[in-house]
């Protein structure tokens, strides 16, 4: 099977060429793929094609997407997240988060994960296998076409890690960002940290995409290593203080600040202590701090924190001039964490 998407206008003109059509043959693919965003995403459906060259693109195996629509868990808040399985009947998540200007899709990069953090759904069923770039831009069409709109940012934060897979991210992000039109800067590629691939995935990015502008978030979810050891497994490979070094080179290298995300996991991580540490950690370094609220799952131990924990630490990062923000729960009444949804699916 061959999936269309993700291709380029050139690609598609070159497709049109090899089977004896004209270029402008490559380029109507093109518009019914991403500029038409067409609910039908067969090729027999590509009604602007003539009949015989869309029979022989589906002979050939072609399709736009190869992803099909398993479930949807449409939240009180408009939270949408859908469970969509692969053609290996393997199953995956993606959810659209709307605001009244926005609609951030967050995408999984694989399915299931060898992290094995452990507050994580994801985690507990180990990797089955990464995805490829059709499969990661699929789940930006199903979101839109459910939702009704089109999607504003995009975030990799849902199922795998993305550097795990970083050819097919960045094949992703390209097409993201020069057929979807979504900018770089509203891209956002989170990861807990895999030695050597901070600094690889800039590199590659200038090689692959000619510019390296959208937003690295870390999970770095602890304030020592000691600490994030024990909630991130794979920590052990790679010390807090080598994360921050190669951050801050990835800072130089692109000139985009880093982002840093931190699960608020109560009598952990959540203390008055470990936001001090924080902050010596963090010092002089010009990043953005994310605390989010735990969106609790059944398997495990950790507990959301308090309210008012949540709000000391923040004022204490801003006292000490870190840039801080809270990033609320969203859908939380829908098995709203990472791999829930996947996982309530397989225990049917
Ligand atoms: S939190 Fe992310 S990296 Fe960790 S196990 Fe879950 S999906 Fe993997």
New binding site residues.
Partial sequence: MKSLLGSSIKDLETVALNYGEAPFRGRQIYNWIYNFRNKNKNIDQIDVLPLDFRKKLSDDGFKISELSLKEKNLANDGTLKLLLSTSDNESIECVGIPTEKRLTVCL?S?I??????R??????EGLKRSLKASEILDQILFIENEMNRKVTNVVF?????PLLNIDDLLLSIRSINEDFQISQRKITV???AIPKMINKLSEKSFQILGKCQFTLAI?LHASNQKIRETI?P?AKNYEIKNIIEDCKKYVRDTGRRVSFEYLMLSGVNDKLEHANELCNLLKGFQCHVNLIQYNQIDEVEFKRASLKNLQIFQSTLSNQSIAVSLRKSRGLDKNAA??QLRQNARGK
């Avoid at 299931?112 to 953090?117: E, H, K, L, N, S």
């Avoid at 507050?119 to 507990?124: D, H, N, R, V």
């Avoid at 934060?157 to 890690?161: K, L, N, S």
């Fill in positions: 999984s694989q299931g994960c060898p992290m094995d953090c507050f994580c759904a994801t985690g507990k934060m849902g199922m795998g890690e989170s990861t807990v999970s991130i794979s990472c791999g």
